[in-house]
T-cell receptor, first 114, second 113 residues
Framework: DAGVIQSPRHEVTEMGQEVTLRCKPI?????LFWYRQTMMRGLELLIY????????DSGMPEDRFSAKMPNASFSTLKIQPSEPRDSAVYFC????????????FGPGTRLTVT | GEDVEQSLFLSVREGDSSVINCTYT??????LYWYKQEPGAGLQLLTY?????DMKQDQRLTVLLNKKDKHLSLRIADTQTGDSAIYFC?????????????FGKGTKLSVKP
């Protein structure tokens, strides 16, 4: 398996623009997580899905952030409009029910909003 | 408190042992984890311990769990420069049910030659 795939790896955009981050989880995994990592705040859970249904979105900073999972193999995190304080590395992770609950992380998308 | 807590930095010399400490909050967590993040990469599970154990050893890694104090530690023997990374402690809340893990802020380990 190729692991969790994220695109793009790097995104530079201007304040006010819409940004869409993409994630393909590991095939067969039924949980998908979106995290944000910054130096100041560390690793923050934004939202997670189980079987494509959002379970907990309490970490989503504000209405400018939205996430969807239209099917088991694809999820998006959208920021509209983007602001400089959204600059961070965004990680997608997936896991499977049962076992030790290991989360597999993608390589991340480094977002810079100027 | 509500957070998983760990110190932010640790510096050791190559060949020494490293000990990274963590305190967690949910006494019902089924598993506790150590994840490793190398520069420019995502987190990767390094090791985990089941809550009914108090120690787990895996080659150079030793995990100690003190449930009474909710304290978890990771010892790396014979630390190498390749061990330089950020190490995250994590717990599974909600009685260990599937889903959310709560991560600490990470301890950056620097290994000096």
């Amino acid at each position: 398996d190729a692991g969790v795939i994220q695109s793009p790896r790097h995104e530079v955009t201007e304040m006010g623009q819409e940004v869409t981050l993409r994630c393909k989880p590991i095939s067969g995994h039924d949980y998908l997580f979106w995290y944000r990592q910054t130096m100041m705040r560390g690793l923050e859970l934004l939202i997670y899905f189980n079987n494509n249904v959002p379970i907990d979105d309490s970490g989503m900073p504000e209405d400018r952030f939205s996430a969807k999972m239209p099917n088991a193999s694809f999820s998006t995190l959208k920021i509209q409009p983007s602001e400089p304080r959204d600059s961070a590395v965004y990680f997608c992770a997936s896991s499977s029910s049962g076992g030790v609950n290991e989360q597999y992380f993608g390589p991340g998308t480094r977002l810079t909003v100027t | 408190g509500e957070d998983v807590e760990q110190s932010l930095f640790l510096s050791v010399r190559e060949g020494d042992s490293s000990v990274i400490n963590c305190t967690y909050t949910d006494s019902s967590s089924t598993y506790l984890y150590w994840y490793k993040q190398e520069p420019g990469a995502g987190l990767q599970l390094l090791t985990y311990i089941f809550s009914n154990m108090d120690m787990k050893q895996d080659q150079r890694l030793t995990v100690l769990l003190n449930k009474k104090d909710k304290h978890l530690s990771l010892r790396i023997a014979d630390t190498q420069t390749g061990d330089s990374a950020i190490y995250f402690c994590a717990e599974s809340r909600n009685g260990g049910s599937q889903g959310n893990l709560i991560f600490g802020k990470g301890t950056k380990l620097s290994v000096k030659p």
